[in-house]
């Protein structure tokens, strides 16, 4: 039989089974599931209201996250990857694609964009995404792991007006890759909506003291 490519979005009624370790790479050619995280952030109504524009950078990270494979750590000292199944794009282009969409759907910013669509920003978002990977830690099931470190920079003098690391670890229901995917998406959508609220209360605090008498 043929192998053949099927793209499946995350839901439960067409995510892929594969148990155990035979879901690690190696072994036959077979077909190969691609998983695509559909993650819609809703705004917190503690977010405030900003007058500003923001430029968010594309995430840098090691070429072993930079990938559309999917990592899984077995052992704290191991990394592999999912035999028969990938992301749909880079790690790196589904947070941003995340991030991004989260800030324009939030209705909370005046503007936002890729920094290389050349937008006159306020702030500039950086990160650096640390991990995106299944995590057993030691355990039976694996957890979802996405580890980013995140800045936030005064466009106008480079000033780094806050920075802080996100760890968001969600828990799989099973050792199945669909459902270590479904986890994938369950910790975007909670880092992403860490970091958009983070973003805009420190921007905004740091508007606001650069206002006269700093309101």
Request: aromatic share 6%; hydrophobic share 40%.
């Amino acid at each position: 039989m043929k192998s053949i490519t099927m793209l499946k979005l995350l839901a439960p009624a067409c995510l892929l089974a594969l148990a155990g370790c035979s879901v690690l790479a190696g072994g036959d050619r077979q077909s190969t599931t691609i998983y695509a995280p559909q993650v819609r952030v809703q705004a917190d109504p503690s977010w405030p209201q900003v007058n500003w524009q923001l430029a968010i950078a594309k995430p840098s990270a090691a070429r072993l996250i930079d990938s559309p494979r999917i990592n899984v750590r077995p052992t704290p000292g191991e990394l592999e990857v999912y035999r028969g199944a990938t992301w749909s794009q880079p790690a790196t282009d589904i947070l941003e694609d995340t991030v991004l969409r989260g800030f324009e759907d939030s209705g909370r910013i005046d503007a936002v964009a890729r920094i290389a669509t050349g937008i006159r920003s306020d702030y500039k978002l950086t990160t650096d995404l640390r991990r995106f990977e299944s995590d057993y830690r030691g355990g039976e099931l694996p957890s979802a792991t996405i580890e980013l470190n995140a800045k936030l920079i005064y466009s106008l003098d480079q000033r780094v007006v806050a920075a802080r690391t996100f760890i968001v670890a969600e828990p799989a229901t099973s050792t199945d890759i669909g459902s270590v995917a479904s986890a994938f998406e369950t910790a975007l959508d909670k880092t992403a909506t860490e970091l958009i609220g983070w973003t805009l209360l420190n921007g905004q605090r740091d508007a606001a003291q650069q206002r006269p008498g700093g309101k």
